[in-house]
């Protein structure tokens, strides 16, 4: 798996704990292991993230997501001969972070609207992805669909409030931006698909910033998580429409994936409220 292990110091005395294993730091891909490279970026998060204070409580439900990502890049499948094998392999950590929320229980689900619906969008997300898998066969429109669902339940549950018309403003003009470096690119019903779907993931963008606060001291680490989430689903959807449409994205399929399954896992965990509800609201 091209993995490295920590090694251990001869120096240490018998009475010295023993040094904490991390996984290596991800360096720049070499041109035939794109998937290695992906592998330690996952383990390096993975390894970050557990030992977070903050988010201890929630690192155990979220194991079985960092594993079924690890077997992906593992795998890593060809895309040219699509199955429903690799569909599986793909959906597979989408299908864990469902188990992630639904182990918090039905009874959260039911009364955080906002959690409900993330979920609603990640069970939409695994139905795209497994279009995308299918995509030269002519299924690639019926990704997109999926995948605008999603970004309209995931701003429903990032909410409409605070406003912040400034960040709005913002995301408007990278989205405008984007689609005219685009529009030369686009033919036929891409042409106004494409300009939809931008409108839609720049005003879910728009929603995750305008929730941080970080001004006003108002921020949660949930709200921080949705935000930094929703910014990799852009980065993550950006490559595929440069990689599609525009000109050939070097290790294209590892910089869509690895962004995409962490903007995944951090929006389904910005669904978790680890603060008093009430004083963040009265704070507000």
């Known amino acids: 798996s091209g993995l490295a292990s920590g090694d251990s110091d001869s120096g240490h005395s018998s009475s010295a704990p023993p040094p904490t294993w991390c996984p290596p730091s991800p360096c ?33 439900k979220l194991v079985p997501f960092f594993k079924a990502t690890c077997v992906y890049f593992v795998l890593w499948l060809p895309t040219s001969s699509p199955s429903w094998f690799s569909a599986l392999i793909k959906c597979l950590p989408i299908f864990c972070l469902w188990v992630f929320l639904l182990a918090h229980g039905i009874n959260f689900l039911v009364s955080h609207r906002s959690a409900s619906r993330i979920l609603a969008g990640l069970i939409f997300s695994a139905v795209g992805d497994a279009f995308l898998i299918w995509q030269e066969q002519g299924y690639f429109i019926h990704g997109l669909l999926m995948f605008a669902i999603t970004h309209i339940l995931y701003s429903s549950a990032f909410g409409m409030k605070p406003l912040d018309l400034k960040a709005g403003l913002l995301m408007g003009v990278v989205s405008s931006s984007c689609y005219a470096f685009l529009y030369s690119y686009l033919s036929g019903p891409f042409t106004y698909l494409v300009a939809v779907y931008i409108a839609l993931i720049g005003f879910m963008g728009w929603r995750a910033v305008a929730g941080v606060q970080l001004c006003n001291d108002l921020w949660t680490w949930t709200k921080l998580s949705a935000c930094v989430g929703a910014m990799l689903f852009m980065v993550s959807d950006l490559t595929i429409a440069l990689n ?11 910089i869509i994936m690895a962004t995409y399954y962490a903007a995944q896992m951090l929006i389904a965990l910005s669904a978790v409220e680890t603060r008093d509800e009430e004083d963040f609201r009265k704070r507000s």
């Not at 998937?35 to 996952?42: D, F, K, P, S």
């Open 244 to 254: 599609k449409f525009c000109f050939p994205v070097p290790y294209s399929r590892f």
């Open 28 to 60: 720049c891909c070499s041109s035939g292991a794109p998937a290695r490279a992906a592998l330690r970026c996952v383990l390096l998060l993975s390894c970050v993230f557990l030992k977070t204070t903050t988010v201890k409580s929630e690192g155990p």
